[in-house]
């Protein structure tokens, strides 16, 4: 009998999987809905409600092959997608030494304080980063990235190289157009000291994107013999750098973030993009309430057709598509997170948007969980 | 007597929930590369191109792109009864933008200790690399030859039976399989060979794939017929006026593992509606500790389309389960007027493959 | 005679220790012979039986182990990273899947002392009567 019930213990204890590669599993969820104002549109959102524009589901596989080397893969389905999954990022890193690690593969462009948990709804108190700063697309490179951690005294400093290329879409007039980035080179740094941490970012790249609805108008300007005109709008292999700077304020329940950033691309019809926010918010145990302002403001190239004589046939065209990149607007912000649970946030958010050329406002409440598990 | 019940029902519990039993392995290659010099094909207004994987698409071009040749798996075994498992495989390809897809979902059933039936989706065993084309970490070079595997379709929805014996000193393994596939919007020929949605279809595959093992000796036949169907922006496309025509493939595999000698070769042939698609490979590597320098050539032939690559790189395991790669290649397209692929080029490739 | 006694001694302890001898193990009830090709067989998932018929449940040392890298070049005559590809080709196929991986010798012992059927491999100098040696290498 003894012997039975020993055997069967040991028999059980060692029936148990043993891992061989261990494969650590985590994730993040957000489901949240929105409901823009009778006639609105903001951020995805209509008039009527809608659970999908915004609500993600993410599943994170990490593997340490040992040796400093290490594999993660991020699976992310979004609504806006039809959940349909996508590596959103993949890669492999080496972690040289405490200080130093590289990874390689499908990377998250280092452009903001937010830029890596930007889906994590739970690692910041908004319900969406200020969209105004966080508009440009290009979230995901294929590259190499570098980084190094340190101190210089009391403060921590961590720096990122970043080399890689951007391959997919743009929305370019209202369409969508294939786009690439080359030769993406790239630098953060974040120092941060008890209560404060301060960020600067700086990205270069050469950027090509592939509009055919420009093609009409471009070769009557070639025919025209105005090739110096269609150099400066299109966007063929044009430099284009982003410069960012962030902060965040973390004091006595007291909490302050902001970040600006400003963007252009040489040579094309791009408008010089300036967008910053401030956001103010105090914690209350695990009631956090804020306020945040956005502005957004882009200028146009109007020296691009400067030279051109007021009764050029084609003028009108070449007008309307470099002043249509002229944009201001600002946003006001007012929300609220719960932390109810270890693992989930809940939060409200009322946004509204006013387009300082159009006067038109648009206002939107959204609320929604964010998990991470 | 209490003993005794607290143990059969213990014993009971947890056979139960050892019973489901998920197992998580992956495999994943960062892949970058560009050209070094390229004639692309000016009749179709194509610059300087390698097309380092035809199925999907996989490009290089002047910049530097790490796209075409990097991707990312994920299985899930999920042990279900005795002898019955589940598996799915997602796999996401940067030529894809890494959308994650189920490239494998299939059930398997252990009848007994030699044969193993299968039904589901899985990748098309038509080469010797089709089954594992994904998984770099298990061969020599950065990717098995683009000349050799140019097919449009590479998976099946069916059924398989799985066998293997011991003959003396000869292990045979097989597999024979049937099934259909059908791809709404085939990648290769709407994107690549023409600018209309393809959707193609192979249907009433029958193949079996036989193989030999010996110590240092592999050999390996496939064979396998199908039926094509294809609509182009949904109109059916006919050949000789049928819309349907019938495939055979034909293949021999012969490797060599011998004292730290590779010798890989492959030659298969593709017979569609009386017109032969003939490819080979012929690839050799020298192990020396944790390097393999290596060359290769493949070929393909049929009436028109003609191009072949010739191939040199090195292969470094600096880690138990990862490898370094680096190759070069050289890819002369002698294809006649409008049957060119992707005009020559020369092209490097580096990166990194592992599994986990 | 002291002198050679020492320096046999010497020599012998030296032999034994660059050997690292590997020693393939089943339970002390087996009463199944083998020989080099059967337990490649078995390793590289090509049977599930001993020559006898009877069930075959092969166990492997984790990579860490010492004894893993030794039972993969002399027996299999591969290297870590060979079966690692060799494996990955039949775990991604549906071919196959790689036996179960166990840390230590200890651990090794008390597996094959608790499955009939298993068989295994561990250090020779970690052998003692919990186990019992079919060859070693």
């Given amino acids: 009998m003894k012997k039975t019930w020993l055997a069967t213990i040991v028999a059980l204890a060692v029936s148990s999987p043993v891992a061989q590669a261990e494969v650590n599993i985590n994730g993040f969820a957000s489901i949240k809905a929105g409901k823009a104002s009778s006639g609105d549109s903001l951020y995805g959102y209509t008039d009527e409600i809608d659970f999908k524009n915004e609500s993600l589901f993410a599943v994170q596989f990490q593997s340490d092959l040992g040796e400093k080397l290490s594999v993660t893969a991020q699976l992310m389905a979004r609504g806006n997608n039809d959940f349909d999954a996508e590596f959103e990022w993949a890669f492999l890193t080496y972690q040289l030494d405490d200080a130093w690690r590289v990874n390689a593969g499908r990377l998250r462009t280092p452009f903001y304080k937010y830029s890596d948990f930007r889906d994590v709804g739970y690692a910041y108190d908004w319900l969406r980063t200020p969209q105004s700063v966080y508009d440009l697309g290009f979230d995901t490179i294929e590259g190499v990235s570098v980084y190094h951690s340190g101190s210089i005294g009391d403060t921590q400093s961590s720096v990122q190289l970043v080399y890689g290329a951007y391959d997919g879409e743009v929305t370019l007039q209202g369409t969508k157009a294939p786009a690439q980035i080359n030769n993406i080179f790239g630098a953060s740094w974040e120092l941060s000291q008890d209560w404060l941490s301060v960020r600067v970012a700086y990205l270069v790249g050469a950027v090509t994107v592939d509009a055919p609805v420009f093609n009409p108008l471009f070769t009557a300007l070639n025919g025209a013999g105005l090739n110096s005109i269609v150099k400066a709008i299109d966007f063929d292999d044009d430099d284009g750098s982003f410069f960012g700077l962030g902060m965040n304020y973390d004091r006595n329940d007291w909490l302050m973030v902001a970040e600006y950033t400003h963007v252009k691309v040489k040579d094309t019809f791009y408008a010089n993009q300036d967008s910053y926010y401030l956001s103010l918010g105090r914690r209350f145990d695990s009631v956090t309430p804020y306020i945040s302002y956005e502005k957004d403001q882009d200028d146009a190239k109007p020296e691009i057709y400067a030279g051109l004589p007021a009764n050029f046939p084609l003028l009108l065209p070449i007008a309307s598509i470099v002043m249509s990149q002229e944009f201001e607007n600002t946003a006001w912000n007012l929300g609220m997170r719960y932390d109810f649970h270890p693992a989930a946030a809940f939060k409200v958010e009322l946004t509204s948007s006013e387009n300082n050329m159009t006067n038109q406002k648009d206002s939107l409440i959204a609320v929604g969980v964010d998990l991470v598990f | ?356 | 005679m002291n002198w050679l006694k020492v320096m046999t001694l010497t020599t012998a302890m030296t032999v034994t220790s660059a050997m690292a001898e590997v020693a393939v193990i089943v339970h002390p009830s087996n009463a199944a012979t083998v020989d080099q090709a059967e337990i490649t067989r078995l390793f590289t998932g090509r049977g599930t039986t001993f020559s006898s018929g009877s069930k075959a449940t092969p166990l492997n040392l984790a990579e860490s182990a010492a004894a893993r890298g030794e039972f993969d070049s002399k027996v299999l005559s591969k290297s870590s990273s060979q079966m690692k590809a060799y494996w990955s080709k039949l775990v991604f196929t549906g071919k196959g899947t790689p036996p179960k991986e166990l840390t230590s010798d200890a651990d090794m012992k008390a597996a094959v002392a608790a499955d009939a059927t298993a068989i295994g491999y561990i250090d020779a100098a970690a052998v003692d009567g919990t186990v019992k040696v079919l060859a070693k290498f």
């Fill in chain 2, 1 to 356: 007597m209490k003993k005794v019940l607290l143990v059969t029902a213990i014993a009971a519990l947890c056979s139960h929930s050892v019973q489901a039993e998920v197992n998580i392995s992956g495999f994943a290659s960062v892949m970058g590369g560009k050209l070094t010099s390229g004639t692309g094909v000016p009749e179709f207004g194509l610059g300087p191109t390698f097309l380092a994987n035809y199925p999907t698409v996989g490009v290089y071009e002047d910049e530097w792109t790490f796209k075409p040749d990097s991707k990312f798996g994920l299985q899930m075994t999920a042990d279900l009864t005795e002898g019955l498992t589940a598996t799915v495989q997602l796999v996401g390809r940067g030529a894809d933008d890494f959308e994650a897809g189920f490239e494998w979902a299939y059930v398997s059933y252990e009848l007994n200790e030699h044969w193993t039936i299968q039904a589901g989706k899985k990748r098309l065993p038509l080469y010797y690399y089709s089954d594992f084309f994904d998984v770099s970490y298990a061969y020599l070079w950065v990717r098995p030859a683009a000349d050799n595997y140019t097919w449009q379709i590479f998976n099946y929805t069916g059924v398989n039976a799985q066998f293997n014996y011991q003959l003396g000193d000869w292990a045979m393994s097989g597999n024979i399989y049937t099934g259909r596939e059908d791809d709404g919007e085939n990648k290769l020929l709407s994107e690549f060979f023409g600018s209309q949605p393809v959707r193609e279809i192979w249907k009433d595959i029958i193949g079996g794939v036989l193989s030999f093992n010996r110590d240092w000796l592999d050999l390996r036949f496939t064979y396998m017929t199908y039926q094509n169907e294809r609509y182009s922006a949904g109109v059916p496309v006919l050949w000789n006026g049928k819309n349907t025509r019938r495939g055979n493939f034909a293949g021999f595999s012969a490797n060599v593992d011998y004292n730290n000698w590779l010798l890989l070769s492959e030659v298969n042939r593709l017979t569609l509606d009386g017109g032969d698609f003939d490819t080979y490979l012929i690839s050799a590597g020298y192990r020396i500790e944790q390097w393999t320098p290596y060359i290769s050539y493949a070929d393909f032939d049929s009436e028109g389309e003609v191009h072949s690559t010739a191939s040199l790189g090195v292969r470094w395991d600096f880690h138990s389960s990862a490898a370094f790669k680096f190759q070069f290649d050289d890819v002369t397209d002698d294809g006649y007027d409008g049957l060119q692929v992707a005009g020559d080029s020369r092209a490097i490739t580096l990166g990194i493959d592992l599994v986990f």
